[in-house]
Protein backbone atom coordinates (compact mmCIF):
# COMPACT_ATOMS: atom_id res chain seq x y z
CA UNK A 1 0.00 0.00 0.00
CA UNK A 2 2.70 2.31 0.63
CA UNK A 3 4.34 1.43 -2.94
CA UNK A 4 1.22 3.17 -4.24
CA UNK A 5 1.33 5.98 -2.36
CA UNK A 6 4.68 6.94 -3.32
CA UNK A 7 3.95 6.39 -6.72
CA UNK A 8 6.62 3.27 -6.57
CA UNK A 9 3.99 0.84 -8.32
CA UNK A 10 1.62 1.21 -11.27
CA UNK A 11 -1.21 3.22 -10.48
CA UNK A 12 -3.86 -0.47 -11.04
CA UNK A 13 -1.84 -2.77 -8.31
CA UNK A 14 -5.11 -1.97 -5.90
CA UNK A 15 -7.70 -3.20 -8.57
CA UNK A 16 -5.51 -6.28 -9.42
CA UNK A 17 -6.08 -7.25 -5.89
CA UNK A 18 -9.10 -6.24 -4.90
CA UNK A 19 -10.92 -7.44 -8.31
CA UNK A 20 -10.96 -11.46 -7.79
CA UNK A 21 -12.20 -10.43 -3.79
CA UNK A 22 -15.21 -8.33 -5.66
CA UNK A 23 -15.95 -11.42 -8.22
CA UNK A 24 -15.99 -14.49 -6.01
CA UNK A 25 -19.69 -13.87 -4.76
CA UNK A 26 -20.51 -13.48 -8.59
CA UNK A 27 -19.19 -16.87 -9.15
CA UNK A 28 -21.30 -18.29 -6.33
CA UNK A 29 -24.38 -16.64 -6.60
CA UNK A 30 -24.28 -17.03 -10.58
CA UNK A 31 -23.85 -20.68 -10.67
CA UNK A 32 -26.67 -20.68 -7.85
CA UNK A 33 -29.18 -18.96 -9.86
CA UNK A 34 -28.47 -20.82 -13.08
CA UNK A 35 -28.80 -24.29 -11.33
CA UNK A 36 -31.49 -23.97 -9.01
CA UNK A 37 -33.45 -20.91 -10.65
CA UNK A 38 -32.89 -20.94 -14.13
CA UNK A 39 -36.59 -21.92 -14.98
CA UNK A 40 -37.32 -18.62 -12.96
CA UNK A 41 -35.08 -16.16 -15.00
CA UNK A 42 -36.04 -14.96 -18.81
CA UNK A 43 -33.47 -16.38 -21.86
CA UNK A 44 -32.27 -13.19 -21.32
CA UNK A 45 -30.91 -13.44 -18.04
CA UNK A 46 -30.12 -16.32 -18.43
CA UNK A 47 -27.66 -15.56 -21.08
CA UNK A 48 -26.54 -12.33 -19.12
CA UNK A 49 -26.16 -14.09 -15.48
CA UNK A 50 -23.70 -16.99 -17.77
CA UNK A 51 -22.02 -14.61 -19.33
CA UNK A 52 -21.27 -12.61 -16.19
CA UNK A 53 -20.49 -15.53 -14.33
CA UNK A 54 -18.10 -16.91 -17.02
CA UNK A 55 -16.21 -13.18 -16.59
CA UNK A 56 -16.01 -13.47 -12.94
CA UNK A 57 -14.52 -17.16 -13.25
CA UNK A 58 -11.84 -15.49 -15.69
CA UNK A 59 -10.76 -13.08 -13.28
CA UNK A 60 -8.49 -15.10 -11.43
CA UNK A 61 -7.58 -18.68 -11.43
CA UNK A 62 -9.09 -20.01 -7.89
CA UNK A 63 -12.24 -19.40 -9.34
CA UNK A 64 -12.15 -21.89 -11.80
CA UNK A 65 -11.83 -25.02 -9.46
CA UNK A 66 -14.29 -23.25 -7.70
CA UNK A 67 -16.58 -23.09 -10.31
CA UNK A 68 -16.01 -26.68 -10.89
CA UNK A 69 -16.83 -27.62 -7.42
CA UNK A 70 -20.08 -25.78 -7.12
CA UNK A 71 -21.67 -27.00 -10.43
CA UNK A 72 -20.33 -30.67 -9.17
CA UNK A 73 -22.00 -30.15 -5.93
CA UNK A 74 -25.20 -28.57 -7.55
CA UNK A 75 -25.58 -31.80 -9.74
CA UNK A 76 -25.25 -33.83 -7.32
CA UNK A 77 -27.99 -31.96 -5.55
CA UNK A 78 -30.43 -31.94 -7.89
CA UNK A 79 -29.92 -35.92 -8.60
CA UNK A 80 -30.30 -35.88 -5.02
CA UNK A 81 -33.50 -33.78 -4.84
CA UNK A 82 -34.89 -35.06 -7.58
CA UNK A 83 -34.72 -38.27 -6.82
CA UNK A 84 -36.17 -37.61 -3.26
CA UNK A 85 -38.98 -36.07 -5.07
CA UNK A 86 -39.95 -39.07 -6.88
CA UNK A 87 -39.51 -41.30 -3.86
CA UNK A 88 -41.95 -38.79 -1.98
CA UNK A 89 -44.62 -38.87 -4.92
CA UNK A 90 -44.05 -42.84 -5.52
CA UNK A 91 -44.85 -43.29 -1.72
CA UNK A 92 -47.71 -41.05 -1.94
CA UNK A 93 -49.47 -42.28 -4.68
CA UNK A 94 -48.92 -46.17 -3.17
CA UNK A 95 -50.28 -44.90 0.47
CA UNK A 96 -53.29 -43.50 -1.65
CA UNK A 97 -54.07 -46.59 -3.49
CA UNK A 98 -53.50 -48.50 -0.38
CA UNK A 99 -55.94 -45.88 1.17
CA UNK A 100 -58.79 -46.51 -1.64
CA UNK A 101 -58.20 -49.96 -1.71
CA UNK A 102 -58.87 -50.03 2.28
CA UNK A 103 -62.10 -48.55 2.09
CA UNK A 104 -63.55 -50.95 -0.64
Not at 5 to 22: C, H, T, W, Y
Not at 52 to 60: D, K, Q, V, Y
Request: net charge positive.
Amino acid sequence: MADIELGNSDKFALARQILPDVASPIVILGIFLLAFCGKRLSRAEQIYLFLLTTLAIATHLSHIPIAIGLVVGSVVAKIAFLRERISLSHRATLIGQWRLLRLH
